[in-house]
């Protein structure tokens, strides 16, 4: 007997709706597009390029594998966000002078100027959510970590 069944689970009363992994990937995504409501709507953005705008947000300057790598999204998804973000003109990207493969990428003044307008408004939706959930924050703050911490290994 395997320990699904002695827990009382198997094949035959299976229930993804109660999957620890569809659960945690249901509730990501509802969380994901409330914030990415706020920056479609306000700034235009898709969800890629959110994400390469908060990560040089936050280091500064980088290279499309180091933000791939970051933020979880393909190679060519970062490099298609970033083209877009500076045909728009709010990050500036050029070859590394060592390597032609490697681009580097950084915000100009104006993709710093909607960052400095967009992180108060998403920082806010987050304080929304934890407030939402009260004292089970700081429970599911602690389990996340130990996931992704056993995801990095």
Do not use: C
């Not at 040089?56 to 791939?68: H, N, P």
């Not at 190679?75 to 083209?83: L, Q």
């Not at 389990?143 to 992704?148: D, G, K, P, V, Y």
């Amino acid at each position: 007997m395997t320990d699904q069944e002695n827990q009382g689970i198997s094949a035959t009363n299976f229930d993804i709706a109660d999957f620890i992994p569809y659960r945690l990937a249901v509730a990501a995504r509802a969380f994901s597009e409330e914030v990415a409501a706020i920056y479609r709507e306000k700034f235009g953005l898709s969800i890629p390029e959110w994400r390469v705008l908060a990560h040089l947000m936050k280091e500064g300057k980088a290279s499309v594998r180091d933000i791939e790598a970051r933020v979880t999204m393909e190679k060519s998804k970062v490099s298609r966000a970033a083209d877009r973000l500076k045909d728009r003109g709010l990050l500036t990207k050029r070859a590394d002078t060592m390597d032609r493969r490697l681009v580097h990428i950084e915000l100009t003044e104006d993709g710093e100027a909607l960052m400095a307008e967009l992180i108060p408004m998403v920082i806010a939706l987050q304080k929304d959510f934890e407030a939402r959930l009260g004292d089970d924050l700081d429970g599911l703050d602690r389990a996340l970590t130990r996931i992704l911490k056993d995801d990095v290994k």
